[in-house]
C-alpha cells in the first residue's frame, strides 16, 4: 500500500486511506493521496492517527462490499473521538446516500468519477458538513487525471489509459459503478509516461477496466501503436497492460509485443467460462473457439508470452457439463495463473434476475475442483523453468529467508540469492538462474 510521503502542504491535517479491490481502485488511491496532501492533509498509517478515515472500496463480489461496512462498524469508537469518516470507490457509487443510513456517521460518500471535486469536498467537510455526495457524474467525459499523483513505488508506476466499461457482463457491476467507457488522449499517456521516465520509473503498468478497448479520442494510436509508443519511450524498460478483454483483443497487441522489447511477455485475458453456452448467458459476447484462436494468437508468438485469467463458476445455469467445460479449456490453454470466483450475485446487474440455484457448497466444490487441476498445471509449467536465466526487476528483500525478490517479464516472482556483500537494490535489474520452481513462484540465484 501506499506509503507516507513527505507533504510540503502540511498544516497538521491527518488522514488514513485503505483501498480495496482492483488496481485501478489502487491508483485511483495514489491520486486521492496527492490531492488530499495538496490541500494540506498528511497520510498517517493507523486510523487512530487519522482525523479523516477514508476507504476506497470494491463492490464487485458480495465479500468485497460486506468488509467495508464491517470496518466502519468496527470503528464507531473512533468516531465518537471526533473523527469523520468517508467513504470512496465502487460502493460508494453503488449505494450512495444509502451508506448514510446504514453507518450514519460517514460524512462523505464518492464515486471515482468525481474525485476530481475532492478538493470542494474537503473543504466542505472543514467546515462541518455531514452529507457530502459526490456521486452524480458517472458519466463524465473527463478521467480523473491529476499532476498530484502520489505513486506509491518509486520505479513501477500506473497510468490509466481507459475508464469505466460498456459492455455490461450479466453478472458485473462495473458498468454502474464506474460509469460509460473514456479514454484519455494518447498525448497524455505518452506525455505522463515520459515525465514519469524522467522521473526514474522504467516499468510503467497501462489500467483500463478492459484496458484493449481503448478508443483514442485524437484517433492518432490504436492500443497496439500506443503499447509500442509506451514501451519505444527512452528509460522505460518494462510495459504492462491490464486487463484485456477478449472481444477486443486483436492481433496487432501480439506483434506489438514480439516488435517492441520492453512490452512485457504476459496477457492477462480473461475467459470467465469455457462453455458457449454459458458465455452467451453471461454476454461476453464471444465464443470458447473464438477465445482458443486469439490465445493461439499468443502461442505462436515468438516471444514466450505468459497467460493468465480470470473465471467464474456457479453461474445461474452452469451445468457439470459447462463447468467441465471451463476445465477442458484451462487444461488446454495451461495458464500460469488464475483468479477464480465463485458467482455472487450483485445488485443493478441483469444476473440478479436469473435464478441463482446452484447450491453455495456446490460452488465451493466446483471452484476447489479448478483451482486443484490449476495447481498441477501451473506445477508443471513452472518446473520448465528450472536451469533457465531470467530478467528480473528487483522489487524487495526477504532478510528472514536472505532472498532477494524479483518478478520476470511474465510476472512471476522470482526469489533469488546472491553472492555480493551489497543486496541489489529495489527497482534495479539483473539475470537469475533459476534452481527449483513451486507452483506460484521460482527460486534461483543470481548470475554474476
Ligand atoms: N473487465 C474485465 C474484468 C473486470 S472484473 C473483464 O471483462 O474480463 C474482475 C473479475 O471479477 C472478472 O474477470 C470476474 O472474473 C470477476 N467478477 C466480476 N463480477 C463477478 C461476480 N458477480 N461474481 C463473481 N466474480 C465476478
Ligand atoms: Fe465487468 Fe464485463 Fe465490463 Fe469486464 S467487460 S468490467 S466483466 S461488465
Ligand atoms: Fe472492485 Fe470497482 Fe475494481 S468493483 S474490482 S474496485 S472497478
Redesign the pocket.
Known amino acids: 500500500m501506499a506509503q507516507q510521503n513527505t507533504n510540503p502542504y502540511s498544516s497538521g491535517k491527518t488522514f488514513y486511506l485503505e483501498t480495496f479491490g482492483c488496481q485501478m481502485n489502487v491508483h485511483d488511491s495514489e491520486k486521492v493521496i496527492g490531492t488530499l496532501q495538496q490541500q494540506g492533509y498528511t497520510q498517517v498509517e493507523e486510523e487512530a492517527a487519522a482525523d479523516l478515515i477514508l476507504y476506497n472500496t470494491c463492490s464487485i463480489r458480495d465479500k468485497a462490499e460486506q468488509k467495508v461496512f464491517n470496518r466502519l462498524n468496527d470503528y464507531k469508537k473512533l468516531h465518537a473521538q471526533g473523527k469523520r469518516f468517508g467513504v470512496l470507490g465502487c460502493v460508494a457509487q453503488q449505494e450512495g446516500e444509502k451508506i448514510f443510513e446504514r453507518a450514519p456517521y460517514v460524512s462523505l460518500v464518492s464515486g471515482s468519477a468525481s474525485y476530481r471535486k475532492l478538493p470542494e469536498m474537503l473543504v466542505q467537510l472543514e467546515a462541518g458538513a455531514s452529507r457530502i455526495t459526490g456521486l452524480d457524474d458517472r458519466q463524465t467525459e473527463e478521467t480523473f487525471e491529476t499532476e498530484f499523483t502520489a505513486r506509491s513505488n518509486a520505479h513501477r508506476g500506473y497510468i490509466t489509459i481507459i475508464e469505466g ?5 450479466a ?5 454502474y459503478t ?1 460509469g460509460k467507457e473514456r479514454s484519455r488522449k494518447s498525448s497524455s499517456v505518452l506525455a505522463e509516461a515520459r515525465r514519469m521516465a524522467e522521473a526514474g520509473y522504467t516499468e510503467i503498468q497501462l489500467l483500463g ?2 484496458v484493449n478497448s481503448y478508443h483514442d479520442p485524437e484517433g492518432k494510436k490504436s492500443f497496439a501503436e500506443l503499447l509500442a509508443a509506451v514501451g519505444e519511450v527512452p528509460g522505460i524498460v518494462r510495459v504492462r497492460f491490464t ?1 484485456s ?1 477478449p472481444r477486443d483483443f486483436t492481433r496487432d497487441i501480439v506483434e506489438a509485443i514480439d516488435a517492441v522489447p520492453a512490452l512485457c511477455d504476459h496477457v492477462h485475458l ?1 475467459i ?1 467460462s469455457g462453455s458457449s453456452r454459458v458465455l452467451q448467458l453471461m ?2 459476447e464471444y465464443t470458447r473457439e473464438q477465445y482458443l484462436e486469439k490465445i493461439s494468437w499468443i502461442k505462436t508468438a515468438r516471444r514466450p508470452i505468459s497467460m493468465t485469467t480470470d473465471m467464474i463458476v456457479g453461474f445461474p445455469g452452469e451445468t457439470p457439463d459447462d463447468f467441465e467445460e471451463t476445465i477442458t479449456l484451462a487444461a488446454e490453454v495451461q495458464y500460469d495463473g488464475i483468479f477464480a470466483f465463485k458467482y455472487s450475485p450483485r445488485p443493478n446487474t441483469p444476473a440478479i434476475h436469473m435464478s441463482d440455484s446452484i447450491p453455495e457448497e456446490e460452488k465451493s466444490m466446483r471452484l476447489q475442483i479448478l483451482l486443484d487441476r490449476q495447481r498441477e498445471i501451473q506445477r508443471i509449467n513452472y518446473a520448465r523453468h528450472v536451469g533457465e536465466v531470467m530478467d528480473v526487476m528487483v522489487e524487495g528483500h526477504n532478510h528472514a529467508r536472505g532472498q532477494v525478490i524479483g518478478r520476470t517479464s511474465q510476472n512471476k516472482t522470482l526469489n533469488f540469492t546472491t553472492s555480493q556483500p551489497i543486496l541489489p537494490a529495489p527497482g534495479s535489474y539483473l539475470k537469475v538462474r533459476v534452481t527449483r520452481s513451486l507452483p506460484n513462484s521460482l527460486v534461483g540465484e543470481a548470475v554474476s
Not at 171 to 175: G, M, T
Open positions: 466499461c460498456d459492455k455490461f457482463c453478472y458485473c457491476v462495473v458498468p464506474r477496466q478492459n486487463t478483454h480473461p470467465q454476454q461476453r
